[in-house]
């Protein structure tokens, strides 16, 4: 397994504002991800990211309102820009541990954004 | 189009009875991967059990089983003797081959066990 570390792991924000959630791995892998999760719902995927390319968005989600960076291997940042209340969510950051055919996900503990 | 259903919203038991999570999953691939997730109050998703398509045998791991059955596209877990540290939110996801990546999550079962 992989030990996966967010910063913050909560936070109230205004609405407008912006908020960079960092995560941080106790190894090096290839993939990163990063999921919401909003009240009450499932999760879903915002975006793959992986060192030294651009992130791959998900339908729905946009480079503009959910700038990622990924500048190592054991790193990655998610951005959540102007914010609304309705970017309250969890936002989870994902990690793949094993490679490209055996797809093990282990996830951090979650972000918990409350947008006022 | 892949998709994964758990019908049961909220399941509430009393400890030591056995509990079954239903997950119900649709995809058009033949190679595909199906996992279990547990989401404590805490928030942090706890990985469970990964299972590929190829492989319908059912697996123990102490009190947790799993029922793979392709001809009715289920993924079912059983809890055995449930005790209170199993409440939690249970998700159930699924990635095919060409995106193994992308899990698709189901909407979760909360379990609530009493004392």
């Known amino acids: 397994s992989a030990v996966i570390s967010q910063k913050p792991s909560r936070d109230i924000c205004q609405r407008g504002t912006s908020l960079t959630i960092q995560c941080q791995v106790d190894?090096?892998?290839?993939?990163m991800f990063w999921y919401r999760q909003q009240p009450g719902q499932s999760l879903t995927l915002i975006a793959t990211a992986n060192q030294g390319s651009e992130a791959t968005y998900e339908s729905g989600f946009v480079i503009d309102k959910f700038p990622i960076s990924r500048p190592n291997l054991t790193f990655s940042t998610l951005t959540v820009s102007n914010m609304s209340p309705e970017d309250s969510s969890i936002y989870l950051c994902?990690?793949?541990?094993?490679?490209?055919?055996?797809?093990?996900?282990?996830f951090g503990p979650g972000t918990r954004l409350t947008v006022l | 189009a892949q998709k994964v259903t758990q019908a049961q919203t909220e399941i509430s038991v009393v400890e030591k009875e056995d509990v079954t999570l239903d997950c119900v999953y649709e995809t058009r691939d033949t190679t595909y991967y199906l996992f279990w997730y547990k989401q404590p109050p805490s928030g942090e998703l706890v990985f469970l059990i990964r299972?590929?398509?190829?492989?319908?045998q059912n697996e123990i791991s102490g009190r947790y089983s799993w029922n793979f059955q392709k001809s009715t596209s289920s993924f079912n877990f059983t809890i055995t003797a449930s005790q209170v540290v199993d409440s939690a939110v249970y998700f159930c996801?699924?990635?095919?081959?060409?995106?193994?990546?992308?899990?698709?999550f189901g909407t979760g079962t909360r379990l609530q066990v009493f004392p």
């Open positions: 299972r590929n398509s190829f492989d319908e």
């Open positions: 996801a699924l990635s095919e081959a060409d995106n193994t990546d992308k899990l698709i």
């Open positions: 190894s090096q892998v290839t993939m």
């Open positions: 994902s990690v793949d541990i094993s490679g490209f055919s055996y797809n093990e996900q282990f």
